[in-house]
């Protein structure tokens, strides 16, 4: 009896995982677009010296080149920058020293737990965890983005627990919304360049709408050293 020959079958896991993201973003898109609510409310003191604008630094801040990211917390886009391609660009950039990394607020008006998370990684980074509470956020944002509450705080305090911050320092810091005018100032500070949408790339006097990947951005900071005078590179 002959035996038929059976034809490896493809796996559909990629193009389901694909499919899933798709899904994700999509959705949160149609919610932010139909169901609208106020943001958190801030204040700000009137009196008090504006804030200076100079987001959040991963790596040598001496490194040739700087990319910046314009980040919302609760924007999904920035989400998969975050999960997918930051990891990356810190690993074959950031920590090889060819750049440095800075982190930008840019809580978005149609996010309205965009502030909250804001405020909660501004927080954390007073106990020099910003970063971790950074990855926290992102890769927790379905738990306390709009689609899942209207009220983030307990979720993002969880969060700062499981990094084992001093609590009582971080509900002060939350409660008294104490970063808003260093969010604010990092936030106008992309307005001004003409910053229009999360995530946004800076590299050099250059802005990439839609963030990028690993590979993209690794050509353009080779391409910028190798156009730099080489004293200017080893200092």
């Known amino acids: 009896m002959s035996k038929k020959s059976v034809k490896p079958q493809k796996s559909n896991g990629p193009f389901l995982v ?7 973003v999509g959705a949160a898109a149609l919610y932010t677009v139909t ?6 409310a801030v204040t700000i003191d009137p009196t008090a010296p504006p804030a200076e604008a100079k987001g959040y630094l991963y790596g040598d801040p001496d490194a040739p080149v700087t990319i910046i990211e314009y980040a ?5 886009g920035c989400a998969q920058f975050a999960v997918l391609h930051a990891p990356d660009i810190k690993s074959r950039i950031v920590d090889a020293g060819l750049a440095n990394f800075r982190f930008y607020d840019f809580p978005l008006s149609m996010h309205p737990n965009a502030m909250a ?3 909660a990684a501004a927080c954390a980074n007073d106990q020099g965890k ?8 992102f890769m927790g944002q379905g738990e306390w983005n709009t689609m899942a509450t209207q009220s983030p705080r307990k979720v993002l305090a969880s969060f700062a627990e499981q990094l084992s911050l001093d609590m009582g320092a971080w509900n002060s810091c939350y409660d008294n919304q104490t970063h808003v005018a260093q969010i604010e100032a990092n936030r106008n ?11 946004t790339v800076q590299i050099g006097n250059k802005l990439y709408p839609g963030g990028m990947t690993g590979d993209n951005i690794k050509r ?16």
């Open 18 to 24: 694909i499919l899933g993201i798709v899904a994700v």
């Open 35 to 40: 169901r609208q609510e106020a943001p958190i």
């Open 72 to 76: 919302d917390f609760e924007c999904p």
């Open 117 to 119: 998370a804001h405020l």
């Open 130 to 137: 910003f970063w971790e509470m950074h990855d926290a956020i």
């Open 189 to 199: 500070a992309g307005v001004r360049l003409g910053v229009g949408s999360t995530p």
């Open 220 to 235: 353009i900071v080779d391409s910028m050293i190798a156009a730099m005078p080489a004293d200017t590179v080893l200092n």
